[in-house]
């Protein structure tokens, strides 16, 4: 998490501005003193030192970069308090993340409840999805008979085992049989409005199109719930 101020010009004092590494850009630096994030991450990636993979700046517009003296103008002051809750959501939100990654990776396995696959609360999500992604495939049967692989991110209101399951049933006896479905899961990190939790949902978590804060139960919407993205087709290598 890089904390900083900045000046794009583009936004009043106070702002604050969200950026990935990526977005930040390459400092044309005459001498070190104006080198950025950027450049210190290529040189600790030349030498070996590892850098985080996932890095956030979160930079507070400033109005005058030049004018020295205390106190913080006041739209800056103002600023420093829900900063101080972004950097706070953002870390909670990897460390959320990280512990997801454990030896218990089911979701199921945490709320308690045992729900099999495609039998749960959205399993109607996952099967209209399914049948829309395998309609879709299968329009040139030709072209449907190569595919070995699909590959598809979906957000949190799916079961990847469910998700599975109905690509398996809705492609059986067509040129998509024996093709598989690969699922990554879309990280969704949310902050709760009511007790400040934040976290990354899990199919657990979700009912219907609303967001269920695994701390206090608070409601949110789901807004952009149901998104199955098609990242690759693979076909069989051709003889
Ligand atoms: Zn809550």
Known sequence: MVVDSIRTGRSPAGTIVEAG??????????????????ELAAVARRLGMGFPDRTRALA?????????????SEPVAAAI????????????????????????????????????????????????AMSALVA?????????????????RASPVFS??????????????????????LVEELTDCRECDLCGTAWAVTPDDV?????ICPSCGALAPLDAGAVIELLEIRSHPRA
Request: aromatic content about 4%; charged content about 20%.
């Open 160 to 181: 990847p085992d469910a998700l599975r399951q109905a690509y398996q049933m809705l492609t059986e006896d067509t040129p998509l049989s024996g093709s598989r479905l």
């Open 81 to 128: 308090a829900p900063l101080g809750r972004r950097v706070l959501k953002q870390v909670r939100c990897w460390a959320s993340e990280d512990s997801g990654r454990g030896a218990v990776r089911d979701p199921r396995a945490r709320a308690g409840g045992h729900r099999a696959p495609g039998t749960g609360r959205n399993a109607v999500h996952d099967y209209h």
């Open 60 to 72: 507070v517009e400033v109005g005058g970069p030049l004018i020295f003296g205390a106190p913080l």
């Open 21 to 38: 590494l990526a977005e930040l850009g390459v400092a044309i630096a005459p001498s070190l003193h104006q080198a950025g994030i950027p």
């Open 136 to 152: 879709r495939l299968a329009r040139d049967p030709s072209l449907a008979e190569g595919i070995a692989d699909v590959r598809v």
């Open 207 to 211: 009912a219907g199109h609303l967001v």
